[in-house]
């Protein structure tokens, strides 16, 4: 079978829908924040114009060139067929993982949405024992919703590139952005709205800790789905009309504009009901609420619309953590795209099981190693660990292994040669070497 390929816009608006996630509406304002607002968002936004962009051109030309799976990409692009490159592609096996715990959150999500309709908590104190609760105690409840995510995950996946990905993508993406600015211009018309704005672009050195940065690397890492070959997947599929400076900068610059919006509208509706910024990860699902529920009728419209917006931001780009690996077993096991895609999803829906069983008070005494359960493990194994890892893989591979005439010639026709050069030097050098250092801290043999 011929494999079908992403039209111009249908790519954008894909790797747009994967990199625009709970990474920007849910994570992106709530660790704002807990690190102390400006700075933090100084911090993020130069990563993700240095190394993160870097990076993700770096993957966009590995797709191109290669249009393969991301194992057989690292294959063909090594010199006189080194073999042993073959496996950074292995790390499309990070997206499976994440894939595990991701629609948790989506799952949490869809319970939120019904929530809106008929019960949201009157106050603080109930909104916060009402998520506890479901997390802890719903078990039926969260696998139910758990699973109804992976079904319309999987699904979009067996029906292909074209069918599958690029007709969710064309219907939820726009739809999003639409939902957003409906909130936007909502939130204009509040009292908080200048306070969040002074939280979140003034800059405080007071708050500013070296902790901090890695946490702004970290994320905009998951922000830009870079790491995974997620990106590289994706590209093996698009059309050679696609001008990729164009594609690649309008969705690094629509990816970051999302969170930033995101926090504007999270933050004005919390500073307008005189509350806390610095609440964690029930900053959405704890404090907004019982704000939502203070606002009447109009309240429940707004409660669906964020929390369908959510939704929607999240399933595309769950949809895309699957596809390396299932193209992975099409290119190179000779799997039909159905059989590919149940394996994979039942391996990391399996999983996913396991990791709600680790946040419930009946199991999380098994499934807790050294404080940490197994969903935050997970969490810290991928977006600390492993995605940097294979930035510094990826970023070594394109900058040093990669002939010179192929990035070349992939990339001057749209950027320029004063624009290929330091990206070159990004890539080369910068990128590898912070995200080694910040590693080096993560894991504490290096104190900073
Ligand atoms: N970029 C997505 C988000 O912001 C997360 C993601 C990570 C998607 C890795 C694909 C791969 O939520």
Known sequence: MKKSKFSKVGYVLAILGSAVGLGNIWKFPYITGENGGGVFVLVFLLSVFTIGISIFVGEIILGKIAKKDPVTTFEVLAPNGNKAYKYIGFTFITAILILSFYPIVIAWIFHYIVLSINSLPSTLKASETAFVSHIKDDIFLQIFY????????????????????????????????????????????????????????????????????????????????????????????????????????????????????????????IFTAASEPNKGAGLVFITLPSIFYDMGTFGVVLALVFFISLAFASITSAVSMLEPAVMYLIDRKGFSRLK???????????????????????????????????????????????????????????????????????????????????????????????????MLKEIGILKF
């Open 340 to 438: 590919a895609t149940i394996v994979w999803s039942l391996a990391s829906y399996s999983l996913g099981i396991v990791v709600i069983l680790s946040n419930t008070n009946d199991y999380s005494t098994y499934l807790t190693f050294a404080n940490k359960n197994l969903f935050d493990w997970l969490d810290f194994l991928t977006s600390a660990i492993l995605m940097p890892l294979a930035g510094i893989f990826v970023s070594l591979f394109v900058g040093f292994v990669l002939d010179k005439d192929k990035s070349r010639n992939a990339l001057v026709p749209y950027f320029g040669i004063r624009i290929y050069n330091i990206w070159l030097f990004i890539i080369r050098y910068i990128a590898p070497i912070s995200i080694f250092i910040l």
């Open 146 to 269: 758990y699973t109804l995510a992976f079904i319309w995950i999987s699904y979009t996946i067996s029906k292909g590139v074209k069918d599958g990905i690029e007709k969710l993508n064309n219907f939820l993406m726009p739809t999003l952005f639409l939902l957003l600015l409906f909130m936007l211009f909502y939130s204009f018309t509040m009292e908080g709205f200048s306070k969040a704005f002074y939280f979140m672009f003034n800059l405080d050195f007071e708050k500013f800790n070296t902790n901090s940065i890695l946490i702004a690397v970290g994320h905009a890492f998951f922000c830009l789905s870079i790491g995974v070959t997620v990106i590289i997947s994706y590209s093996a599929s698009i059309s050679d009309k696609t001008n990729i400076a164009k594609a690649a900068l309008s969705v690094v610059i629509m990816d970051v504009l999302t969170a930033i919006l995101s926090g504007l509208i999270i933050f004005t509706i």
